[in-house]
């Protein structure tokens, strides 16, 4: 298979994020199947090659340029970086949807999530589409107490990032008013393993923060971070984290229509944890489903399509082409006019 370049902007610094480290922890566990490769596109980096810099020393039909897989996932950098790619073997590594911009024909998807799945295969319906969900870090599985084990001095934890006004506002000022141990994170932590590892209850609610970016939840790591570590989760259940949360058995939904219903079954959890956790057997198939080794297996059968479709594609085969929407608008329309001009020959 063709060897592998991940374009990212940069590896640390301001740009430090989940979807940044998701990124590397995917290219570094496929260096197990092919060599693989972080190339930087906006600054320059002492331990990575430069976006510019391999452009300029491989032609896109030189023998070296054919021998590599380019991996493009920046969100609204995407269209950029295929137009810098024209001519290249490259794939769309798809977080989030919703950013507006149309793929290229012949354009492979892999998918983080089901949702975003289901978008592309609306939007690029004949172009190659794979799902290839995120992995767990293994920290998750190793040290995550599952079972709810140990001592547990936070009730209810709260990251504030991509909270919502709701959540932060009011319902957690409500839950302190109970009495209850809420912390509310922010910032960088070091060790989250063992924040949730003392939590016995994490609340998640993304969807407002969503809503107003105008792109969805790519695929939701901290809700199916906090159930390895044996926490009962309440999450808002929009785009990516419907995928795993089955409201009621691996999660509970946040904001269940009123205020009093999000408190007492908030408190109920915190007092009783084992009857709100996660069935054991369901969650064990969950995590099994989000360990790398999973994930690996996935992305080798991915990869094995996408080269052979990239083989067909540099041989001289046309891809297929969806119809642009003003030609099916164009067909409907015309159906529905000869059906009125039948009729009224009738």
């Known amino acids: 298979m063709r060897s ?6 940069g590896t640390g610094g301001r740009l430090r994020g989940g979807g940044l480290l998701v990124e590397l922890q995917t290219a ?3 260096q197990q199947l092919v060599p693989t490769e972080v190339v930087t596109y906006r600054r320059r980096e002492p331990d990575h090659p430069f976006l510019a810099d391999l452009l300029r020393a491989e032609p896109p039909d030189g023998a070296a340029a054919r021998k590599v897989l380019w991996i493009v996932s920046w969100g609204f950098e995407v269209p950029r970086q295929l137009r810098a790619l024209r001519g290249r073997a490259v794939a769309y590594h798809a977080h989030s949807s919703g950013y507006g911009f149309a793929l290229p024909s012949g354009v492979p998807v892999l998918a983080v999530s089901r949702n975003t799945l289901g978008y592309w295969g609306q939007w690029a319906s004949r172009n190659p589409l794979a799902l290839v969900p995120n992995a767990l870090d293994p920290q ?5 107490r599952r079972d709810g084990s140990g001592t547990r001095p936070i009730d209810v934890l709260v990251q504030q990032r991509k909270s919502s006004a709701y959540l932060l ?3 957690v000022p409500a839950l302190r008013r109970r009495g209850l141990r809420v912390e509310v994170q922010a910032g960088w932590v070091d060790n989250l393993v063992d924040l949730f590892n003392s939590a016995t209850v994490v609340l ?6 969503w809503r107003v970016s105008g792109v969805s939840e790519g695929f939701g790591l901290p809700p199916l971070e906090a159930l390895a570590c044996g926490c009962v989760v309440f999450s808002s259940l929009n785009h990516a984290l419907a995928d795993s949360l089955d409201p009621g058995r691996l999660g509970h939904q946040l904001g269940a229509g009123t ?5 007492e079954r908030i408190s109920a959890a915190v007092a009783a944890p084992a009857a709100w956790r996660a069935p054991a057997p369901e969650l064990d198939l969950l995590l099994e489903a989000s360990s790398e080794a999973a994930l690996l297996e996935r992305w080798r059968e991915a990869l094995a399509r996408v080269n ?5 594609l540099q041989a001289g085969e046309p891809p297929l082409q969806a119809p642009p929407l003003w030609q099916l608008q164009a067909r409907r329309w015309q159906s529905r006019l000869g059906r009125v001009l039948q009729r009224r020959g009738a």
């Open 204 to 209: 998640y609610d993304s969807a407002d923060h």
């Open 259 to 263: 205020l009093s219903a999000d408190l």
């Open 28 to 30: 570094r566990l496929l």
């Open 4 to 9: 592998l370049r991940f374009l990212v902007p």
């Open 308 to 312: 052979d479709h990239w083989d067909r």
């Open 169 to 171: 506002e009011v319902l």
């Open 140 to 144: 998750w599985l190793q040290r995550g």
